[in-house]
């Protein structure tokens, strides 16, 4: 069988750099075909240190390396601003993005939605690749049908850029679709400190934790008289969201649309 031509954006970066790990563990079925990285452009991967042996080459430039390389799938792990630009230039050139990059707006969500269903090509846009997060977001939303009341915490490490997460956020949405709009604890609450109560999202509460020798980690906090239930996951290594990538990767090359959610493509 053929294998799955695939171009890493972001491969210096802390997921970047295990995806790339991924690919070459999964060598029989992926071949790493180009990065795209802001620096070393020119270079082969291998010499750069502390990446894997490819010999694929980096692009500073995606327009260039996507008319150089013939590719079936760019994976962003990049940032907000520059993996939507990679996304969007990925379906204009007939390129199934992968997405785990979080932090696009719902307006460019939307616009990439269309983008691909234009364009007639798949597109996997992930907040979270890790089935065990997967699944906590899911059973967060079928305990919101019983529990309205609800307080989502997480805690990364300090280098993050978007608070709140992807997941934080993804899990509140899903939340939202099942849960009476209602806003939390006494009406004439007030902060003595500014950011005490955390972000709201429809009336529910989300509390951003970042530090150092932290990895990724959420709880979902459901009060109601007498009682909590917590749902909670952790991911200690970014090894724990590859075999959400792989999967994202094979079944991309399948669609011809853009799913939002690894929990779309779950068996
Ligand atoms: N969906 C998921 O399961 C997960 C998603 N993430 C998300 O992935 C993204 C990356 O996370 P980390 O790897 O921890 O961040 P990081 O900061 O370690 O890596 C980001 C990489 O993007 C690179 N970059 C910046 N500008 C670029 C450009 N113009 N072209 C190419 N590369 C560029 C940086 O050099 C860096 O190596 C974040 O948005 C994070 O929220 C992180 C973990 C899991
Ligand atoms: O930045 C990270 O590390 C992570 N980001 C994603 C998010 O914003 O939800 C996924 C995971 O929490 C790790």
């Not at 790339?20 to 991967?45: P, Q, S, T």
């Not at 003595?192 to 934790?209: C, E, P, Q």
Request: proline share 4%; charged share 25%; glycine share 8%.
């Amino acid at each position: 069988m053929n294998k799955i031509k695939v171009i890493v954006a972001g491969p210096r970066g802390k997921m970047g750099s295990e995806a790339l790990r991924m690919i070459k563990k999964e060598e029989e079925e992926l071949e790493l075909v180009a990065c795209i990285d802001h620096k070393f452009d020119g270079y082969k991967v291998i010499d750069v240190e502390g990446l894997p042996p490819f010999d694929a080459l980096i692009y500073n430039n995606i327009e260039e390396c996507l008319q150089a390389v013939d590719a079936d799938v760019l994976v962003d792990l990049t940032t907000p601003e520059v993996g939507y630009k990679h996304t969007k230039t990925a379906l204009e050139h007939g390129v199934r993005p992968v997405v785990g990059t979080t932090g696009f707006s719902d307006q460019q969500l939307l616009e990439l939605t269309d983008l691909a269903e234009s364009k007639g090509i798949g597109a996997v846009i992930a907040p979270n690749f890790a089935v065990g997060a997967v699944l906590m977001m899911q059973f967060a939303k079928m305990a919101a049908k019983y529990f309205p009341d609800v307080e989502i915490i997480e805690r990364h490490h300090d280098q993050k850029l978007d608070a709140p997460s992807g997941t934080a956020v993804k899990t509140a949405q899903l939340i939202q679709e099942v849960r009476e709009s209602k806003q939390q604890g006494h009406p004439d609450e007030k902060e003595t400190i500014k950011g005490a109560r955390g972000a709201d999202f429809d009336g529910m509460k989300i509390h951003s934790v970042r530090l150092p020798g932290l990895v990724a980690h959420q709880e979902v906090v459901f009060g109601s008289p007498g009682q909590n239930l917590t749902i909670k996951h952790d991911s200690f290594h970014r090894e724990s969201f590859m075999s959400g990538i792989k999967l994202a990767i094979d079944h991309v090359m399948k669609l011809d649309l853009l799913v939002y959610g690894l929990e779309n493509i779950m068996e």
